[in-house]
T-cell receptor
Framework: KNEVEQSPQNLTAQEGEFITINCSYSVGISALHWLQQHPGGGIVSLFMLSSGKKKHGRLIATINIQEKHSSLHITASHPRDSAVYICAVRDYDKVIFGPGTSLSVIP | NAGVTQTPKFQVLKTGQSMTLQCAQDMNHNSMYWYRQDPGMGLRLIYYSASEGTTDKGEVPNGYNVSRLNKREFSLRLESAAPSQTSVYFC??????????????FGDGTRLSIL
């Protein structure tokens, strides 16, 4: 079993839909990151959180430490949100990356 | 502010050839990392440098060597390339070891094909 799992693996949505991407992990962590990788490859950090919820524009990230689960929500999705979303968990001496969720938003 | 710059962006090698991937960051970060990304798998750590003058093996170091040339630059060398090393390579940096209170910053990646 992988230490960090994401679901779904692939997701296609219509523009305007509410999107949820899930991340589950099996190790103790000090922080969890959500990253975005656009076609063409560049990776940018969206959120880093260790508890509760964070919001940035149309993106919301939540984490439940007890359940070892995090969700990334996208409200009013847009074709420019099409990308691979990567969950990564960090403890003191390592970062473990999930396999990513590929999102395609169709106009 | 360029952030993390990787060169080259693309490279094709023949089995057995050697090459060095270059990475430089202009954020005065202490820690730098090399990852590889393969289809269906998460980013995997090859080597990292927690601070200038130190390097450590990550999850998949075999077949690679690294040099932390100075605080800005961290290079990855393939001495004898193998088809299994076909991958996309990312360099990243962070202020503290594995990020601390700040996330890692990534370069745009190097797409490497070994024939």
């Amino acid at each position: 079993k992988n230490e960090v799992e994401q679901s779904p693996q692939n997701l296609t949505a219509q523009e305007g839909e509410f999107i949820t991407i899930n991340c589950s992990y099996s190790v103790g962590i000090s922080a969890l990151h959500w990253l975005q990788q656009h076609p063409g490859g560049g990776i940018v950090s969206l959120f880093m959180l260790s508890s509760g919820k964070k919001k940035h524009g149309r993106l919301i990230a939540t984490i439940n430490i007890q359940e070892k689960h995090s969700s990334l929500h996208i409200t009013a999705s847009h074709p420019r949100d099409s990308a691979v979303y990567i969950c990564a968990v960090r403890d003191y001496d390592k970062v473990i990356f999930g396999p990513g969720t590929s999102l395609s938003v169709i106009p | 502010n360029a952030g993390v710059t990787q060169t080259p962006k693309f490279q094709v090698l023949k089995t057995g050839q050697s090459m060095t991937l270059q990475c430089a960051q202009d954020m005065n970060h202490n820690s730098m990392y090399w990852y590889r990304q393969d289809p269906g798998m998460g980013l995997r750590l090859i080597y990292y440098s927690a601070s200038e003058g130190t390097t450590d093996k990550g999850e998949v170091p075999n077949g690679y060597n690294v040099s932390r040339l100075n605080k800005r630059e961290f290079s990855l060398r393939l001495e004898s390339a193998a088809p299994s090393q076909t991958s996309v390579y990312f360099c990243a940096s962070s202020e503290a070891r594995f990020g601390g209170s700040q996330p890692q910053h990534f370069g745009d990646g190097t797409r490497l094909s070994i024939l």
